[in-house]
């Protein structure tokens, strides 16, 4: 059987630093996904939709994992890969304080092996054992972040605005804007705020919550 080390083939997209951000170029990787928004008056740790999202995404995540471990031919395993979700609002100013407005895509990283018939498979699995509307939404996609500013944040998710605002400082020290062109080619929305949950909120101490926060950024324009 054939393994595949994800965590060490894409090592640098998920590590960081807590002391400084770093530059980064993310190439196109491939994700089992799910997209969704959190009610009003609501947060990603109190929405009942976006938990079952992620309950949906983990449950195929797992499932694709299993089915490929299992093959009596061309078998391969890899290692579940951090859940991840990005952040954005269609319209205004994105504030990391007030996600009752967020729209959310929820994702794991999956190996090149997964492709939609096997996704759609999986989703038949969990549909015996644990019906869920969540199922229905589950989608596989190729996402290119490119050139992203990013580091680690270690501490509860309510104090990252500090950690995001030592990102925007050095990106534009480095003479560097955060990109929001990817709006125009229907592929995210405006302010995309990146995490990648390195800990498990339910059996960690929120002092000693790790997140990797990524924003994607570009060149400033130069003035005349």
């Known amino acids: ?119 759609a498979e999986a989703v038949e699995r969990l549909r015996e054992k644990k019906p869920s509307v969540a199922l229905d939404h589950l989608v596989l996609r190729r996402y290119q972040e490119g050139l992203a500013v990013q580091m680690l944040h270690v501490g509860p998710y309510a104090t990252e605005p500090a950690t995001v605002e030592k990102m925007r400082v050095f990106a534009e020290a480095h003479g560097l804007v955060e990109r929001h062109d990817r709006v125009k080619r229907g592929l995210l929305g405006v302010h995309d705020h990146h995490e990648i949950y390195l800990s498990d909120p339910r059996r960690t101490a929120p002092g000693k919550l790790k997140t990797v926060i990524r924003h994607p950024v570009k060149r400033a324009a130069r003035g005349r």
């Not at 998920?14 to 002391?19: C, E, L, W």
């Open 1 to 119: 059987m054939k393994t595949i080390d994800l965590r060490k083939r894409y090592r640098p997209y998920y590590r960081a630093s807590s002391r400084s951000p770093g530059l980064i170029e993310v190439p196109e990787l491939l994700f089992l996904t799910i997209d969704g928004r959190i009610e009003r008056g609501a947060s990603p740790g109190t929405s009942k939709g976006f938990q079952a999202a992620v309950q949906a995404l983990y449950g195929a995540a797992y499932t694709l994992k299993f089915s490929f471990k299992k093959r009596k031919t061309g078998a391969v395993d890899w290692p579940v890969m951090p859940l991840e979700a990005i952040w954005w609002i269609e319209q205004g100013a994105f504030d990391i304080a007030r996600p009752g407005n967020w729209c959310y895509r929820a994702m794991i990283l999956q190996p090149e092996q997964v492709t939609r018939d096997a996704l």
